[in-house]
């Protein structure tokens, strides 16, 4: 039997990322924030979408730089992302007072964090109003590893990665590979 609630946008798993952009000037090293809205969208050109409150200081930064960085956080992280959830740019030095690392991007002015193994460089191409979110999506210009986090011939290890997803409001991490992309297909004759 199927229990209808109202209507919600509880997608599981959820990824949550660290979404940097840069800062107002020479010395200000930039800011970032916890995204839990964020997804791939389109695959040429490459373009991932995140939905920030109009409200949030690192709206303001990527709607006048029209960049940013997608940051995978491992779990180690987990406490940075829930207070970079929290402080905001307008009173914290997120990246001095969380003790993280600003990276220079290759190809935009937003930093990369360091420490969380997967960044995603991005120019905003899209900006569309929704409604409590704008969503900006991004198009991936370059994107960096950890080389502990790739394997002899530069593919992503996942088991390397330890992805943080929010779940009704508890952080979880992904468990065991239970498939290959298209084996059952495969199987079928496909
Ligand atoms: C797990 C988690 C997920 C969040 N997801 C979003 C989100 O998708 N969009 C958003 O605007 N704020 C989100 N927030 C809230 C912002 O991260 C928070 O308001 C932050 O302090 C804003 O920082 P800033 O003012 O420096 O930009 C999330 C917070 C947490 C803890």
Same mark, same amino acid.
């Given at each position: 039997m199927k229990i209808e609630r109202r209507p919600t946008t509880a997608l599981?798993?959820?990824?949550?990322? #660290?979404v940097s952009a840069a800062g107002r000037g020479p010395g200000d090293a930039g800011n970032f924030l916890t995204i839990g809205w964020v997804g791939t969208v389109c695959s040429t050109p490459p373009m991932v979408g995140v939905a920030i409150r109009?409200?949030?200081?690192?709206?303001g930064l990527i709607a006048a730089s029209r960049e940013f960085v997608v940051n995978v956080p491992d779990a180690r992280h987990l406490e940075a992302v829930d207070v970079a959830g929290v402080w905001s740019g307008r009173e914290h030095d997120k990246f001095a007072e969380l003790g993280l690392t600003a990276l220079p991007g290759s190809k935009v002015g937003a930093? #990369?964090?360091?420490?969380?193994?997967?960044?995603?460089?991005?120019?905003?191409?899209h900006q569309l109003a929704l409604g409590s979110h704008d969503l900006f999506i991004g198009e991936v210009v370059a994107t960096h590893y950890d080389e502990e986090v790739l394997d002899g011939r530069g593919r992503l290890k996942p088991?390397?990665?330890?992805?943080?997803?929010?779940?009704?409001?508890?952080y979880w991490s992904l468990g065991e590979r239970i498939g290959l992309q298209g084996a059952a297909a495969k199987a079928r004759g496909k």
């Open positions: 599981i798993p959820n990824p949550v990322v #660290l109009p409200s949030r200081f690192s709206h930093p #990369l964090i360091a420490e969380c193994p997967i960044n995603f460089e991005c120019v905003v191409r088991h390397a990665v330890h992805p943080i997803t929010l779940v009704d409001g508890e």
